[in-house]
């Protein structure tokens, strides 16, 4: 079975703190993915990437910033953690750009 | 840019009532996903449609695609409490260098009273 997993299911920071959130896949897949969750708003796009160390911005890639340095790790930065931030993160991984793409728990972040 | 619309957004029924949710493209997509979100959950991937008219079931759930391939629906036959969550579905849209990726639909809230 396809496992992705996140570092956290919560957590809570201040405003301005430098936030990462760590997203791990072990199907070997070449693409990666990070949306929020918003109620009514669906799954927003952040960003994903398609190669090791390549990046492609999402819908709604302003105040984020990603880094992928081995193909089963994608990680989320907040550089500096606002309020409108808060919201329900998932990562997703998936073997082919357009096919199944295999979602982690999430991170519900809270920003204070 | 290129728009993947569902309806409705909410629905609540009976149990044993049948359900349907309206998947809507902008664009003609080369194939069309469902994703299933139980409550407190993550989305978790029920089928992909292909072929112009394509037609799938899964037990109490069909999945058509249309014609022209610029829209798709999910029918829950009587529905049971097991179906709440929301249902996803998900088409390819250009993406830069990257070729394409998936865009998905804001769902649709499945609720169920027994």
């Known amino acids: 079975d396809v496992k992705v997993t996140q570092s956290s299911r919560y957590l809570v920071k201040r405003t301005g703190e430098k936030v990462f959130l760590e997203c791990v896949q072990d199907?070997?897949?070449?693409?990666m993915f990070w949306y929020r969750q918003d109620p009514g708003l669906g799954l927003r796009l952040i960003y994903f990437s398609y190669d090791v160390k390549m990046k492609e911005k999402g819908d709604i890639p302003e105040g984020y910033s990603v880094s992928r340095e081995k193909k089963e790790r994608f990680s989320l930065i907040l550089e500096s953690a606002s309020t409108n931030q808060t919201s329900m993160y998932l990562c997703?991984?998936?073997?082919?750009?357009?096919?199944?793409?295999?979602f982690g728990p999430g991170t519900r972040l809270t920003v204070l | 840019g290129q728009q993947v619309m569902q309806i409705p957004q909410y629905q609540h029924v009976q149990e044993g009532e049948d359900f349907t949710t309206y998947c809507n493209s902008s664009?003609?997509?080369?194939?069309i996903q469902w994703y299933k979100q139980r409550p407190g959950g993550h989305p978790v991937f029920l089928i992909q449609l292909v072929k112009s008219g394509e037609v799938k079931k899964q037990k109490r759930l069909t999945f058509q695609f249309g014609e022209a391939k610029k829209n798709s629906s999910l029918h829950i036959t009587a529905t049971q409490t097991t179906d709440v969550g929301t249902y996803f579905c998900a088409g390819p849209q250009g993406r830069g260098q990257a070729g394409t990726a998936l865009i998905f639909g804001k769902g649709t809230t499945l609720s169920v009273s027994s």
């Open positions: 997703a991984s998936s073997r082919l750009l357009r096919g199944t793409q295999y």
């Open positions: 664009t003609t997509l080369s194939n």
């Open positions: 199907m070997d897949h070449e693409n």
